[in-house]
């Protein structure tokens, strides 16, 4: 029997609770990091490095390993991905599996993705990312 993608990202999605992984852009081989200031950049990927990792939850809120555990989300003018303190309805993203193992990740204004910049963005169009898990919240 044949499933949609929704149904088989959500399916993926139940594996995701409670683990730590990097997101790596599958085009440009960066990763999602914060740097110091908690500013979210795509960088190297360097091995250890916390300011990297992320967990993400079963109904598809993405939260920070550091910086005090601020969450992924959408800026309300839809234009860009931030960091936000509080977890609000917003911020649920659907990781969509593709059959490279990769996933496209969806928010309600686009897709997750990296801008002709080179900037982490809101984008029209699916880009795919390896989700690598790290290790496991306790």
Known sequence: ASRDGEN?????????????YVLRHATTN????????????MRDFTEKELSQTWTIYLDGRVR?????????????????ITLVDLRQE???FVFIPKTNGTFAIKGSCGYV????KGT??????EQEWHVQHVGRVK
Not at 64 to 80: F, I, Q
Not at 120 to 125: D, E, H
């Open 8 to 20: 088989a990202a959500n399916d993926v999605q139940d594996d995701f609770d409670k683990k730590i």
């Open 30 to 41: 960066r990763v999602l990091t914060l740097d110091i200031g908690g500013s979210l950049l």
């Open 64 to 80: 920070s390993v550091v910086s005090k555990g601020k969450w992924l989300a959408e800026n309300e003018d839809c234009m860009s």
């Open 90 to 92: 917003g911020e649920r």
């Open 113 to 116: 993705g990296v801008d002709k």
């Open 120 to 125: 982490l963005a809101s984008v029209p169009a």
